[in-house]
């Protein structure tokens, strides 16, 4: 382990420490391509913390061949129990150093300039930007290129999350450590949406700025993540989130709090659908049309629970066949076809059905 800078301390040639945390679990694989991604950023002042949350085979041993002396710092912090993702972030965040925090979930990957265009954004924005956050490419288990996403809403996006837009995984997001002191460390207690949750807090106390350049890999695949399940999500998650967020969705008018509670069942159901919950998908659906009858992603999904799985999984494997495979994802990605949203069909989209969900958030 090397030690190069100290907290908030002097910088590598002037620049701000960006501190970089991988929550891991039982994916060696994983967090060895993990830490490689740090590695090959373009930035040059990154200390990167892995939080191994109590693999059953340690981690610092799976990464102990990589050249990490070329990082500012590296430390590898091992949980005495498997206490979940965001209690893995937060020990990370806990011991980081940087002015800057970043992270990145074991199974995704970032391109090289992804840290030093965060940087150069915030830069440009000035100290009211608490967060920047980058578009994302999203591949199968086989790297084969499924969707992209680049979103545009900057400035104060608060009343657009309550409505339901998503800024993606924590594994997009660059934050100043100054936003995560006011808005407190990601709550624990969260199963699910443990990102969406976050940002809304970091909403409320700081601009956001993105990125829209595809960046960020994020990795839908078969493996186990970190958080999964439909009853956790029904039974914990979304009591959880009503309790904390319902009054900042309703301080922006009644539809913005309808529009709230529509997403986050529809989400719910939605999870409970393709875990094999058909049933009761259908029941919090029609749940979400009652909230928000203006719904249509409410209304398509509950077209497909009503059609049923073997409908859903012919239209996934159509979807599957006009996949591109991609060698070498780095080169492919940077000719993918441009698919930014404008900001103001954005907030078209945003106010006519209170959002969609982006990506697979924890």
Partial sequence: MTDATGRNGANHRGRPLVSVVIPSYDRPAFVRRAVQCVLDQTYPNVECIV?????????EPMVADLPTHRLSRFRVLRHAENRGGNAARNTGI?????????????????????LEKQVAAFDRAGPGVGVVYTGAVVVDGDDEVVATYVRQARGDVLPALVRGLTVGSFSRVLVRRDAIEAAGLPDERFPNWQDREWYIRLAAVSDFEPVPELLTVHTAADHVQITDGFEQKRDVA????LEKHRETAAAHG???????VSVLLWSTAWTGFTSGQRWAAVKMLLRSLRVWPLSTTAYLLLGLALAGPRVYQTLRGLKGNRAVAREGLHP?????????????????SVAADGGSESEDED
Avoid at 52 to 57: F, G, N, R
Avoid at 95 to 114: I, N, S
């Fill in 94 to 114: 806990e011991a980081a150093r940087g002015e800057f925090v970043a992270f990145l979930d074991d199974d995704d990957r970032w391109l090289p300039e992804k």
């Fill in 332 to 348: 492919e990605i940077e000719r993918l076809p441009d698919l930014t949203t404008p900001p103001e069909l954005e907030r078209e």
């Fill in 254 to 260: 009644t539809i913005a709090e309808r529009q709230f």
């Fill in 238 to 241: 979304l009591p959880l989130f």
């Fill in 51 to 59: 939080v191994d949350d109590h693999s059953p085979y340690p981690v």
